[in-house]
């Protein structure tokens, strides 16, 4: 049989996908979301989506409707669209800026191997949007990476059984592998320990109040499998166990006291308490707002204040922290006060979060990164 002359088409001659390419990983980075303007009807339409969401308003479906659509969202939005419009600039909400800084400078130390986009749990760019942008790259598999460095169910839960039920309705479902909570991880530390040690060196505070994003006590009950340890003595979270394991509040407490010892604060001169409470339900104590009048009664002058249960600023950071709670300590004649900036972008934490994700990954690269 005489072997043809014909020349290869173009299509013949093309080489195909190198291996590294073919077995690229996508890495989407997760975190809760901002409204695309910060005008009453954007505000009202990521608040609708946010909080009617049932890990997040965690009560029967009709009592939440009738919360969500009778009382929250004809007053709430026009005021929170007012403080959004105190931290607005012509980028954006400072969580996606700080976001989507934090993802192309992952995507450069990653390297071409990893592809990194952006979802949103609430907002855009969304989940589905960040989804789609990995599988039009044709990763091999896949990373979820929540940024909520304590686990709470309605944040990195809902983040995770959103992505994955996005992934799972593909006809190719992807290996999906996912970054845990990351609250006492050693490079997440040093990253806040190296972001916020050289202003509290200069800045001299009296006191150093650790801030996190608060919750219904029913969610932290509701996180304690034996129904017997969280929230049933006052030192439930002194250190983390079987029973709280899940619990965001005992992980709040596990940053803090890692944090202490990273930045050789003493015992005195440091304390913990939960802001952004809603509504009437018994949140987790102490509260910022009634432990700041505290520090001020106890003779504290100089007040500096971290928030680490965000890795970027946003609202709460910027505005509750850095507006409003800096405007209640001068009312009440405290001297100085300091709000220290989340790690956004900061190289230590991008190299911290590099490790986490070239962990979950099975990358063994990860074991020469100092973070991992």
């Known amino acids: 049989m005489e072997r043809s002359l014909e020349s290869p088409s173009a299509s013949q001659l093309r080489p195909g996908p190198t291996r590294a390419q073919s077995e ?35 009560i029967p479906a009709l009592p939440r409707w009738l919360l969500l659509n009778a009382v929250i969202l004809p007053t709430r939005p026009r005021r929170s669209a007012e403080a959004y419009a105190k931290v607005w600039s012509d980028a954006g909400s400072p969580l996606r800026i700080h976001s989507e800084s934090l993802k192309s400078a992952l995507q450069q130390r990653l390297g071409s191997s990893y592809v990194v986009e952006l979802g949103m749990r609430y907002g855009h760019p969304g989940l589905a949007e960040g989804i789609d942008a990995l599988l039009r790259q044709d990763v091999a598999r896949v990373v979820l990476f929540p940024l909520f460095p304590q686990y709470a169910s309605s944040s ?80 439930c979270c002194d250190r983390v166990v079987v029973a709280n394991r899940h619990c965001y ?34 949140w987790i104590r102490p509260y910022t707002d009634v432990r700041i009048p505290e520090l001020a009664a106890q003779g504290v002058r100089r007040l500096a204040v971290l928030c680490p249960s965000f ?25 100085a006060f300091l709000c220290v900036p989340c790690i956004n972008a900061d190289a230590a934490w991008v190299e911290a979060a590099e490790a986490l994700v070239r962990s979950a990954a099975g990358d063994s690269a990860a074991q020469a990164c100092p973070s991992a």
């Not at 320990?193 to 996190?212: C, I, K, N, T």
């Not at 609202?315 to 405290?334: F, K, N, P, Y």
């Open 24 to 58: 690229r990983v996508g890495v989407l980075l997760i975190n809760i979301g901002t409204p695309d303007a910060p005008r009453p009807r954007e505000v009202r339409r990521y608040l609708r989506q946010f909080l009617g969401d049932p890990r997040v308003l965690d």
């Open 249 to 282: 509040r005992a992980q709040a407490f596990a940053t803090s006291r890692a944090l202490a010892a990273a930045l050789t604060l003493p015992s005195d001169r440091w304390s913990v308490a939960f802001q952004s409470r809603l509504g009437r339900t018994p």
């Open 156 to 235: 990195t839960g809902t983040a995770l059984e959103a992505a994955l039920e996005l992934i799972a309705r593909r006809w190719n479902v992807l290996p999906t592998a996912t970054v845990g909570p990351f609250y006492d991880d050693p490079g997440f530390i040093g990253a806040l320990a190296a972001s916020a040690g050289p202003a509290l060196r200069e800045f001299q505070p009296d006191h150093v109040l650790m801030s996190y994003h608060g919750l219904p006590e029913r969610q932290i009950r509701r996180s304690d499998a034996s129904g017997a340890h969280c929230l049933e003595h006052a030192s």
């Open 311 to 335: 890795v970027a600023d946003c609202l709460e950071t910027v505005e509750e922290i850095g507006m409003r709670a800096r405007d209640q300590w001068h009312e009440l004649g405290g001297e």
